[in-house]
């Protein structure tokens, strides 16, 4: 197929679209647990081109549903969340978690026909601090994914959420390129600005390294390659896990815990959810303390703006593309942060929101650095398009515990040894969090 035709499949998520419907067979995170409280305010929320409000109920359950009422389509949004169910506020209708229809109170009751109607309704689980969601057809809902971070208590875990205008492609892109960094991030970094060992220490000392590619049984993964002295390798490993999951290699292999959905608000936003475990063990990660014992210039804290109630109006960040992402052409002249923009994740969005809200990859001229992104792409069509046109099941739906093998992060090992051998054997030794099992996650 063409490249125009690839790139509509590869980045368009609304119903009935390829990647959408292949999206909507996994369980999808959607919202912080802490962001909907006993009857509070309905949440609107936008997912895979959909637009639906969520509520918890008198009993704690969580009810995501279309927005629309089913009577006269007016939103729910706007409606009463009282006494296990939502009220929609024009006549009265009210409809529970699951969308059944519980009250007609504007109709004669000779006439009601509330069995008859339902609001559509998606299923929900809690896990992880996280609301996740299930918008397949499916009569039972598969397993949830068993992404080893899932498994870490709740109180060990760091999840934050940040939107980004751009298609979900660009952004999931920009974590499996692993040579931006030592441009990008620490472009203004010398290697002896690092203490030996960092791990951030290598990517400013070859700012070009070699690759490894392989698909999975989870996605694909990708090894960055620099020879050092005595016959070792240094290896940084990535991965793509289906539908849309990186883990980045920012830490020590042995006990980084890691997990980041790009998670589709529609074609044009996306929802950044990153779930991080192991920071209480003393992990050093990338963007920490230089030799000095300051940070990295340029790695400040992110500030958000107030949430709103609107569609897009929630974990948007105080640096946008309507500032500039308040880039500071002094610091990039002076090479004080090389980009002049404050803070990793900001510098990110910078740049993929820059592409436009859903690049053009027929303008695209990919490199040998990139052959991660370009097996990826593949994968993602071949998996869609299987979908769309035999029903074959996507990997990791059923099969959910393949994710249990996939740990992101940097280490060493003898230049001999084959890359993945070297590869199960540092999983072998590594910190995990518990064994899995078939319903680990449930």
């Known amino acids: 197929m063409s490249k125009s035709t690839d790139g509509q499949d590869l980045t368009l998520v609304g119903p009935g679209t390829v990647m959408g419907e292949m999206m909507r067979q996994y369980w999808i995170p959607a919202a912080l647990s802490s962001e909907l409280s006993v009857d509070g305010d309905p949440m609107r929320l936008m997912l895979l081109g959909e637009q639906l409000i969520a509520f918890r109920d008198s009993s704690g359950r969580v009810g995501v549903l279309d927005h629309q009422c089913p009577h006269r389509c007016a939103s729910l949004f706007l409606g009463r969340n009282e006494q296990d169910g939502i009220r929609c506020v024009y006549h009265g209708w009210k409809f529970d978690v699951d969308g059944r229809c519980l ?3 504007n109709v004669p009751p000779p006439q009601d026909f509330k069995e008859k109607v339902r609001a559509k309704s998606y299923r929900v689980r809690e896990c992880a601090g996280l609301i996740w969601v299930y918008m397949g057809a499916r009569a039972e809902a598969p397993p949830m994914p068993m992404h080893e971070a899932l498994f870490v208590p709740e109180q060990d875990l760091t999840v934050t959420i940040l939107q980004r205008e751009a298609n979900w492609l660009q952004g999931l892109e920009g974590d499996i390129d692993t040579s931006h960094f030592g441009f990008l991030h620490a472009g203004h970094i010398n290697p002896d600005d690092f203490e030996e060992g960092h791990p951030a220490r290598h990517t400013v000392s070859n700012r070009a390294p070699e690759y490894k590619v392989t698909e999975t049984d989870w996605g694909t993964m990708y090894g960055a390659f620099r020879p050092e002295a005595d016959d070792r390798m240094h290896w940084r490993m990535a991965h793509f896990s289906l539908p849309f999951w990186t883990q980045t290699p920012n830490a020590d292999f042995a006990d980084h815990v890691v997990a980041k959905a790009w998670v589709p608000m529609d074609d044009t936003h996306t929802m950044l959810i990153s779930i991080y475990g192991g920071r209480a063990k003393g992990a050093t990660y990338s963007s920490s303390k230089l030799k000095s ?9 992110l500030d958000y703006l107030p949430n709103t109630t609107d569609w897009y109006g929630r974990w948007r960040a105080v640096q946008n593309i309507g500032n500039d992402w308040q880039i500071d052409r002094e610091a990039q002249r002076t090479n004080k942060i090389y980009t002049g923009i404050r803070n990793i994740v900001m510098q990110d969005q910078a740049v993929t929101e820059s592409m436009g809200p859903i690049v053009d990859h027929t303008k695209e001229h990919l ?4 052959v991660m992104i370009a097996r990826t792409r593949r994968r993602l ?10 029903g074959t099941v996507p990997p990791g739906v059923d099969d959910a515990e393949v994710f249990w093998n996939a740990r992101a992060g940097s280490y060493y090992a003898d230049a001999k040894i084959d890359w993945l051998e070297a590869y199960q054997d540092k999983l072998k030794t590594a910190i995990r969090w518990r064994a899995p099992s078939p319903q680990a996650a449930e």
Request: glycine content about 20%.
């Open 293 to 301: 014992g300051g940070g990295i210039p340029g790695a400040d804290g």
């Open 103 to 105: 009250e007609m109170p």
């Open 381 to 390: 069509l071949n998996a869609a398009r299987a979908f769309a046109n035999s």
């Open 367 to 370: 490199a040998p650095s990139d």
